[in-house]
């Protein structure tokens, strides 16, 4: 049970050792947030094996060595009636062979632009060993004291790539239909709910789009959703976007109200298929309109990533009445290397 509906979506810290050590600057962020009031906090996207690290300074959770730091965390989140879940992730071919040391993998060799580079195309057994990989993540997140995992189903990262048919043209089992291509997901929230017991909540971050024409669609997405329904999946975040497709999921720029909540409609169709609560995404700023896609049925819960960057009391500050929007101007200068900050805040 959570205390309110505001959700701090996952968002990378930058605040890692090298080999993926959670840092006192992880238990003070996440402190801060539940100071603030966050109903859940999902953490940034921590990598499941070194084959799946997604950028530098990231959180690691691919050995039981993890397990005392990230407790850290929980431990600063615990006096507070926050809930914390650790969103756990695979890169894919959206990371380096500098990065991560080896040559990327992908469920096809199909060459990603971005990273101008052509991933080479999982064997079975590099399938199965993924899935152990998430499985045994799942654990560490439980043994290290979260209240939940998210699987990280969106953005073009591994996961994501194995639900589009663009990124996903495997003729096997774990490709074609829609069934074949979200069976790593299914396998792995078994092997979690298995290794975690049933009463550890399990969510995903779900890809309803790619934006691309020959990617994901929000239908195939809906049956997905449905299918990781069936197999006890707790809750879905719906997000969107591909790098490789010119469209992300961290839209630059201020919105009118009206525009706000971008993946929301998409939210709202998931919600239509399913009974599991729906997490709404996209550019939420202003308290009035959150509001009201909650009181409409379009989401049960309201994400929302920048403006705890700029504002980690941001929920506190509403309950307190001031009920305006968050400060956040959308400009995207967080994505600072040394650690997220508000660009912005620093000015003043
Ligand atoms: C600095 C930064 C890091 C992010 N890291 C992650 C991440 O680790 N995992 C993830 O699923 N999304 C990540 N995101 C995307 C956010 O969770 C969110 O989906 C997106 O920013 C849209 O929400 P917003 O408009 O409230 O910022 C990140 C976004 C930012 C700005
Ligand atoms: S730098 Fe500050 S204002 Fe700009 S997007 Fe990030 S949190 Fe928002």
Same mark, same amino acid.
């Given at each position: 049970m959570?205390a309110?509906?505001?959700?701090?979506?996952?968002?990378?810290?930058?605040? +890692?050792?090298?080999? *993926? &050590?959670?840092? /006192?600057?992880?238990?003070e962020?996440? =402190?801060?947030?539940a100071? %603030?009031?966050? $109903?859940l906090?999902?953490?940034?996207?921590a990598?499941?094996n070194?084959?799946g690290?997604?950028?530098?300074?990231?959180?690691?959770?691919?050995?039981?060595?993890?397990?005392?730091?990230?407790?850290?965390i929980?431990?600063?989140?615990?006096?507070?009636?926050?809930?914390?879940?650790?969103?756990?992730?695979h890169?894919?071919?959206?990371?380096?062979?500098?990065?991560?040391?080896?040559?990327?993998?992908?469920?096809?060799?199909?060459?990603?632009?971005?990273?101008?580079?052509?991933?080479?195309?999982?064997?079975? +057994?590099?399938?199965? *060993? &993924?899935?152990? /990989?998430?499985?045994?993540?799942?654990? =560490?997140?439980?043994?290290a %004291?979260?209240? $939940?995992?998210?699987?990280?189903?969106?953005?073009?990262?591994?996961l994501?790539?194995?639900?589009?048919p663009?990124?996903?043209?495997?003729?096997?089992?774990?490709g074609?239909s829609?069934?074949?291509?979200?069976?790593?997901?299914?396998?792995i929230?078994?092997?979690?709910?298995r290794?975690?017991?049933?009463?550890f909540?399990?969510?995903?971050?779900?890809?309803s789009?790619?934006?691309?024409?020959?990617g994901?669609?929000l239908?195939?997405?809906?049956?997905i959703?449905?299918?990781?329904?069936?197999?006890?999946?707790?809750?879905?975040?719906?997000?969107?976007?591909?790098?490789?497709?010119?469209?992300?999921?961290?839209?630059?720029g201020l919105?009118?109200?009206?525009?706000?909540?971008y993946?929301?409609?998409?939210?709202?169709?998931?919600?239509?298929?399913?009974?599991?609560?729906?997490?709404?995404?996209?550019?939420?700023?202003t308290?009035?309109?959150?509001?009201k896609?909650?009181?409409?049925?379009?989401?049960?819960?309201?994400?929302?990533?920048?403006?705890f960057?700029r504002?980690?009391?941001?929920?506190?500050?509403f309950r307190?009445?001031?009920?305006g929007?968050?400060?956040?101007?959308?400009?995207?200068?967080?994505?600072?290397?040394?650690?997220?900050?508000?660009?912005?805040?620093?000015?003043?």
């Amino acid at each position: 049970m959570v205390a309110n509906r505001f959700v701090r979506s996952a968002t990378h810290e930058f605040m +890692a050792e090298d080999d *993926g &050590t959670a840092t /006192d600057r992880h238990v003070e962020l996440y =402190r801060r947030l539940a100071e %603030g009031e966050v $109903g859940l906090i999902i953490t940034g996207h921590a990598y499941v094996n070194p084959n799946g690290k997604a950028s530098p300074k990231q959180t690691g959770v691919y050995d039981d060595r993890f397990v005392e730091g990230l407790r850290r965390i929980t431990e600063a989140v615990r006096p507070f009636p926050t809930k914390i879940f650790l969103q756990i992730a695979h890169a894919g071919r959206q990371t380096k062979e500098k990065l991560c040391g080896c040559t990327p993998m992908a469920p096809s060799a199909v060459y990603d632009p971005t990273v101008k580079t052509t991933p080479r195309e999982m064997t079975d +057994a590099d399938i199965r *060993g &993924t899935i152990r /990989d998430f499985v045994q993540a799942g654990r =560490r997140a439980r043994e290290a %004291g979260f209240d $939940g995992a998210q699987l990280h189903v969106a953005h073009g990262y591994l996961l994501s790539s194995f639900i589009s048919p663009h990124t996903n043209r495997r003729t096997d089992e774990w490709g074609g239909s829609t069934a074949g291509r979200a069976r790593i997901v299914v396998e792995i929230v078994r092997g979690i709910k298995r290794i975690a017991g049933p009463d550890f909540p399990l969510i995903v971050k779900l890809n309803s789009t790619d934006f691309f024409p020959t990617g994901l669609h929000l239908e195939d997405s809906v049956e997905i959703a449905r299918r990781l329904e069936n197999e006890g999946i707790d809750g879905i975040e719906v997000s969107g976007g591909m790098a490789e497709a010119g469209q992300g999921s961290v839209w630059k720029g201020l919105r009118a109200e009206d525009e706000e909540g971008y993946f929301v409609e998409n939210a709202a169709a998931v919600k239509r298929a399913v009974r599991v609560p729906v997490f709404g995404l996209g550019g939420n700023r202003t308290f009035a309109v959150m509001e009201k896609f909650v009181r409409e049925g379009k989401a049960d819960l309201i994400s929302l990533s920048r403006p705890f960057i700029r504002e980690p009391y941001l929920v506190k500050k509403f309950r307190a009445g001031e009920i305006g929007k968050s400060e956040c101007i959308s400009c995207n200068k967080c994505f600072n290397p040394r650690g997220i900050s508000c660009a912005e805040l620093k000015k003043r």
